[in-house]
Nanobody, 127 residues
Framework: QVQLVESGGGSVQAGGSLRLSCVVS????????MGWFRQVPGKEREGVAA???????RFADSVKGRFTISEDNAKNTLYLQMNSLKPEDSAMYYC?????????????????????WGKGTLVTISS
């Protein structure tokens, strides 16, 4: 059974850090394009970071230099390290994957084609 389960969200003050985790079951996360997304009420979900099969990474301009995305192959877990957090980073964060056979990220839009999603973890940043 395919499952993506996020954790690590919480409430921190601006300037703080959080690390989100996403445990993947049902297939090897390292073998497919994976990403982190976020959404606030009333707005569209946006891609934040993506990691490709070869380990290359992409980031939204709004988080470049502050967020990193990584994988622990032994744990089949995806991470999002978030530093220098800002109130505008507050959102529900979702882990997503292109699925068991999805392969590489789309080079023109690494956030497209995601088919498996977690239920999200809430991040709240206070000023």
């Amino acid at each position: 059974q395919v499952q993506l389960v996020e954790s690590g969200g919480g409430s921190v003050q601006a300037g703080g850090s959080l690390r989100l985790s996403c445990v993947v079951s049902g297939y090897i996360s390292r073998s497919v394009c994976m990403g982190w997304f976020r959404q606030v009420p009333g707005k569209e979900r946006e891609g934040v970071a993506a990691i490709d099969v070869d380990g290359s990474t992409r980031f939204a301009d709004s988080v470049k230099g502050r967020f990193t995305i990584s994988e622990d192959n032994a744990k089949n877990t995806l991470y999002l390290q978030m530093n220098s957090l800002k109130p505008e980073d507050s959102a529900m964060y979702y882990c997503a994957s292109k699925g068991r056979y999805g392969g590489n990220c789309n080079p023109y839009n690494p956030y497209s084609g995601m088919v498996d999603w977690g239920k999200g973890t809430l991040v709240t940043i206070s000023s």
